[in-house]
């Protein structure tokens, strides 16, 4: 058993790999600059207790300066503690907006009981944060995903999109008008859980998504978990692979001129059709079927 001594040791090694992780992504992204006005998104899950936390304890000692905006989003989930955000946010002293919106109505009624409702809850959740972004002079929009969501993605696009496609650790939105960073990017879910866990944060559950049986992402979840106890350091250099990919060894001609490879400078003449590849990549089905 680790004494009084040793505990406080290793909070303290927690915290400041946290810290140091988070403040490498920021800098590593170039996400937060002078007089960025920042707006946490809280949840009143782990990760946003998390991303508040070290955002504040950065603050104090960056070398620019830019403000901190806690926002919730209240979806109007029965049962909600509509107090519990509020509070703890008044206790910090930090700044904070509460948006209301009865997305969780919306969400029940058009999703068939059964089906996975977190593409529609985050569009829904997206635009009302993105509407108050615009309405409140944000200029980056701070979301507490963390390593493990990214390679989550990355396999959920994998396997059931046939994409590869992950969580970037920072966004321009499709409309040009907002900057999402992700500065929790560079932590590991489980120091995020063992440091909420110290911090003893006031966790509020989701009801939409913790109630969801059978999700794909919590299977993705679990074979990495399996992968992490066999195979040591995978997780490690799957992270890694993202942050550096080789376009000309896959196959996706937007990223690379497999057409022009090859061709002679001097000749600007086209390929003959009978010569112009399909560039759909066949069926594996399709293949095993011709």
Excluded at 173 to 199: F, Q
Excluded at 245 to 272: C, K, M, T, Y
Aim: a neutral charge; glycine letters at 6%.
């Amino acid at each position: 058993m680790k004494t009084a001594e040793q505990l406080r040791y290793s909070s303290n090694k927690l915290v400041k790999r946290l810290q140091r992780n988070t403040g490498r992504a920021i800098t590593d992204f170039n996400m937060i600059g002078e007089g960025d006005r920042v707006m946490v998104c809280l949840s009143g899950g782990k990760d946003s207790y998390t991303l508040l936390d070290m955002l504040l304890a950065l603050q104090k000692r960056a070398p620019v300066q830019f403000d901190l905006l806690a926002v919730n989003l209240d979806q109007k989930q029965p049962g909600f503690p509509e107090h519990v955000l509020p509070d703890y946010l008044d206790e910090l002293g930090v700044p904070f907006h509460v948006i209301e919106q009865d997305t969780y109505s919306v969400v029940k009624r058009v999703i068939p009981e059964g089906r996975t409702t977190c593409g529609l809850c985050s569009r829904l959740r997206r635009g009302a944060l993105y509407n108050f972004a615009s309405e409140h002079g944000i200029t980056r929009i701070a979301l507490g995903h963390h390593r493990d969501d990214i390679i989550e993605t990355l396999f959920l696009n994998l396997f059931n999109g046939g994409r590869i496609k992950a969580m970037p650790p920072k966004l321009l939105s499709d409309d040009g008008e907002h900057v999402v960073i992700r500065p929790l990017a560079y932590c590991r879910e489980e120091d995020i859980t063992r440091y909420a866990a110290e911090r003893n944060f006031p966790i509020i559950p989701c009801d939409l998504c913790g109630t969801q049986p059978n999700l794909q992402r919590q299977q993705i979840k679990a074979m990495l978990n399996e992968w992490k106890k066999i195979h040591p350091g995978r997780i490690e250099n799957i992270f890694r692979a993202i942050g550096n990919v080789s376009p000309s060894q896959l196959a996706d001609h937007d990223l690379f001129d497999f057409i022009g490879l090859g061709n002679n400078p001097a000749s600007e003449d086209e390929p003959p059709d009978w010569l112009k590849p399909d560039r759909r990549i066949p069926n594996a089905t399709h293949s095993a079927n011709a």
